[in-house]
Structures are given as structure tokens and as C-alpha cells.
């Protein structure tokens, strides 16, 4: 069930803004960094996103369940990945598919637990608000 482009996908402008605010102590809101992902939605990028994936009595794959992840706070967030190499950083190697940004976005603001999307977890721990995310499936 892995998508065959999944080790083309990489966004190095985005990595760039999100170094340079990070670099700039976090200062005020990233901006730029919003404005590029959300031309990255837009032009219907794709994100690498954790899966746990559902067989049937025959042990062949019918489906999945997006893997979330849950702070210490308790609060929910849908992970995705930039590059392949960030989630195998993490742990995950196989159970990995790639899907439209938009429709992450699209689920996490549904999602009445869902506080948003975390962009690399543990690489660059960016966090796309449920208001964002709603925002982008507003505006597309």
C-alpha cells in the first residue's frame, strides 16, 4: 500500500523558513512559513503519514487508521512527514502511506479531539492549528 513516490517527497524552500524562524527564537508567528504551506496544500502536496493498517480474514489490507500522536497534555494531534527520512528518525519504516495535505487538514479540523497537525515530530515539531487547518479547507 506504499505509494512509489513516497521517497520523492521533500519540501526544502519550507524546511528553509521553518530553520530561519526557529533560528529567529521563534519570534512572533511564522508567516512565511503559513503562507508557503498553505501553496503547498494548495497545489495538492502530499505528506507522509503513519498508518495502522486493518486486514481482512484472509490477511490482505482493507484499509487503515491514521496513527495520531498524544502529548503529555493530552492533546491529539494527526503527525505527517516531509521526507521519509524524518518518520524512519521517529520509528516508523513500513506501515507509511503518502496523502494529500488538504485532506489532512480536511480531517483534522472535523476531528472533534484533533487539535491539529504536527509537521516532522521530532525533526521540526511544527504545529498546524485546528483554526489553520480550517482555514486551508476553507480557502482552497
Known amino acids: 500500500m506504499q ?3 513516497i521517497h520523492e517527497i521533500a519540501y526544502p524552500q519550507l524546511e ?3 530553520w530561519e524562524w526557529k533560528a529567529d527564537k521563534m519570534n512572533g508567528t511564522p508567516y512565511n512559513v503559513l503562507d508557503h504551506l498553505f501553496k503547498i496544500f494548495k497545489a495538492n502536496g502530499e505528506g507522509i503519514v503513519p498508518v495502522e493498517y486493518r486486514y481482512n480474514e484472509k490477511n490482505e ?3 487503515y487508521t491514521i496513527k495520531t500522536m498524544t502529548t503529555e497534555e493530552g492533546a491529539c494531534f494527526i503527525p505527517f512527514f516531509t521526507r521519509l527520512v524524518y518518520g524512519e528518525k521517529l520509528g516508523i ?3 507509511v502511506i503518502t496523502l494529500p495535505l ?3 487538514a480536511k480531517i483534522a479540523s472535523e476531528e472533534p479531539e484533533c487539535k491539529g497537525l504536527l509537521l516532522d515530530p ?3 515539531d511544527f504545529v498546524i492549528p485546528k483554526d489553520m487547518c480550517k482555514y486551508f479547507v476553507d480557502h482552497q
Open 3 to 5: 505509494n512509489e513516490h
Open 122 to 124: 521530532r525533526t521540526y
Open 93 to 95: 519504516r513500513t506501515h
Open 16 to 18: 528553509q523558513l521553518i
Open 102 to 104: 488538504m485532506r489532512l
Open 61 to 63: 489490507p482493507v484499509g
